[in-house]
């Protein structure tokens, strides 16, 4: 308008701008993510979309594309027609999608890793088999420790018949000697006696009803002893048969043809721990020595017997109120001797208390220990 343009095309350079690929934006399991800041999903989040483009965009749509998805492709793939690429359920793993213009080096890409889900990834894998290999220790443990107790207690029944081998040949020792000690020596007496009083008869006939008398109280004692080593062998259990009640019988039985009063304090739960034949008998010999040692010289009308359990210790208590006895001047006769020595041979304590004409007191005091002590143990 104000004057002459001249244009030349040939002075103008020729500057035509090279398009370049990019990402446009991505959609996960159909939500779109943070190109910048997202790069890690769970093992569930493996549907991806990629929108491709290029700069400058109004050449986008002309162009061709290839892209590839490094980690499950190694070829490149051309994309015809569109910008979307699909990717359903993407395996866990490392990704890097990359895309560029078809003939041109320039690549555009994103890298993201999907995660495994939790018991397939490495560590749990790892803590599995560590987990595992302390299973089959703790089962190897639990056999060996299983073995290793049935072993013990296949020793210990073995320990049990040898010991309860052990305690029958000792009780068949003890009933020997028993019979030995007690039946054989009454029977020599009272052959003697037979023979003493079949040659005096009819020269002494005062002399033969003696021996005569001697043979029925030897005879009877006799019968007694065979009866009390009988009673021993039998089951505690069996209420005819307890410590309780042999002792109350023998007691009432011997006391009351004297017109003494009799009465006792039994722990019948006693039968129960007092089960060894030995013991049984020494303990009910005891009863017998004191009450015939009562019957016949101190002049009672009261006896008091009581046979406990107290701190330990089995306590089995006389006590009559005849004319007692100086402690001094008693010898080891009248069965004192025998009833503290077979207190003894039970590990226990002999104790009497007296004085003249204030009745007396016999105490014999047993560790329940002895009770459980394997025949044949000593006692510390």
Known sequence: MEGIDIFD?????????????????IHNNDKMINLKSQFEFGHDENHFDFYVSANPIWMASTLTYEYR?????????????????????LPPGKYSFQVKIANQPEIASYDFVIHQVWYASWWFRLAFI?????????IYRMMLARRTFRLKQENRIMQLKAEQALSVTKERERIIADLHDDVGATLSSLHIYGDLAGKVWDSQPEKGK???????????????????????????????YS??????????ELLSSREIQFADVLASDLDEKIVQPDLRRNLLLVVKEAMNNIAKHSHASRVRLTLSEKNGHLILKINDNGKGLD????????GLGNMQKRCQQMNGKFSIASQNGSGTTLTCTIPMATFSIVDGAEFP
Not at 70 to 88: K, M, R
Not at 131 to 137: D, N, T
Not at 244 to 250: A, P, V
Request: charged letters at 25%; hydrophobic letters at 40%.
């Open 69 to 89: 998805l490094e980690g499950a492709e190694t070829d490149w793939q051309s994309l015809n027609f569109s910008n979307l690429v699909h990717y359903p359920n």
């Open 210 to 240: 003696e021996m005569v008398e001697k043979i029925r109280d030897q005879s009877k004692e006799l019968m007694g002893r065979m009866s009390d080593i009988v009673w021993s062998m039998k089951d505690p259990k069996n209420e005819r």
């Open 130 to 138: 560590f987990a595992g290999l302390f299973m089959i220790y703790l």
């Open 327 to 334: 402690i001094m001047m008693v010898q080891n006769g009248n």
């Open 243 to 252: 410590l309780c009640s042999r002792i109350r019988n023998y007691a009432n």
């Open 9 to 25: 095309p040939d002075l103008i350079d020729e500057r035509l701008e090279k398009p370049k690929p990019f990402i446009a934006h």
